[in-house]
């Protein structure tokens, strides 16, 4: 079946999964979200990929949820008879959502995202999944829930502040005021800014194809090992690479 919200293709062992709605500055609706998760099971499945990388078509990255998308899920909501089936119905959803997008962060390749334009709200949220993240220097990035008047709750709480210094996320989500890919940059939000889109372009395929070149067994247990230790010990991260890597040599051996 086609994509009808990207457009995503493999090329050369480095899987392309574009955010395609341009004329609405790909904001995201319910559709993105199945299609996101679609995306990238299929990159994990398939075995020529070595590594993803994430971008936006037009002028931007994405404007974040898509307002009409907003309305309808509160209408939804609204529409649940009762008040307590009204609260499991949304966890429900939001479970979901976040899933859609944790889908990204347990996908067994690196995910780079290349963000130009705008990066709103949701889209923050899902570049926030990605192993690393580059940026036009004018790129537009906020935690724009707050404005909505709603606590974020697709990941840009639980996983910017092991980005970013703690300080600096809580102002962030707090305000959700507009920062530019420089500051992005300074805060270690991104791991480097370029001038332009193309220049942009340019170094993040060249990144994507160094890391299709090694070994891809061992980059993925490197995702595995840093996803692992971000929410485990020291000592329980040294205990998993030292079975993993066990195991390995061990069939190696069969």
């Known amino acids: ?79 649940v008879p009762k008040e307590e089936e009204q609260y499991e119905f949304t966890r429900r959803m939001i479970l979901q959502f976040q899933d859609d997008f944790s889908v990204v962060e347990r996908c067994r390749v ?24 580059f940026a036009t220097k004018d790129a537009r990035f906020s935690v724009k829930e707050i404005d909505l008047g709603i606590t974020a709750d697709l990941g840009s709480l639980q996983r910017l502040p092991r980005i970013v210094p703690d300080g600096a996320a809580r102002e962030l989500a707090y305000t959700g005021r507009v920062f530019n890919g420089e ?25 994507a194809k160094k890391i299709a070149s090694k070994e891809p067994l061992a980059i993925r247990g490197i995702k595995e090992m840093v996803v692992y230790t971000r929410d485990h010990s020291i000592a329980d991260g040294l205990n998993f690479i030292a079975t993993w890597n066990g195991m390995l040599a061990a069939r190696s051996r069969m």
């Open 1 to 79: 079946a086609k994509y009808e919200v990207l457009k995503v293709y493999v090329e050369d062992g480095i899987g392309r999964v574009v955010l395609n709605r341009p004329a609405k500055a790909n904001a995201m609706n319910t559709l993105t979200w199945r299609e996101i998760r679609r995306a990238f099971t299929e990159m994990d499945q398939n075995p020529s990929v070595r590594c993803v990388i994430l971008e936006g078509e037009g002028r931007n990255f994405s404007a974040g949820i898509d307002l009409g998308a907003f309305a309808d899920f509160l209408k939804k909501i609204q529409n």
């Open 110 to 133: 690196p995910i780079i995202a290349a963000i130009h334009g705008a990066c709103f709200g949701a889209a923050l949220d899902l570049i926030t999944c990605c192993c690393m993240r």
């Open 183 to 207: 500051e992005a940059y300074r805060l270690g939000l991104v791991n480097n800014v370029f001038d332009t889109r193309d220049e942009l372009m340019k170094r993040v395929l060249s990144v």
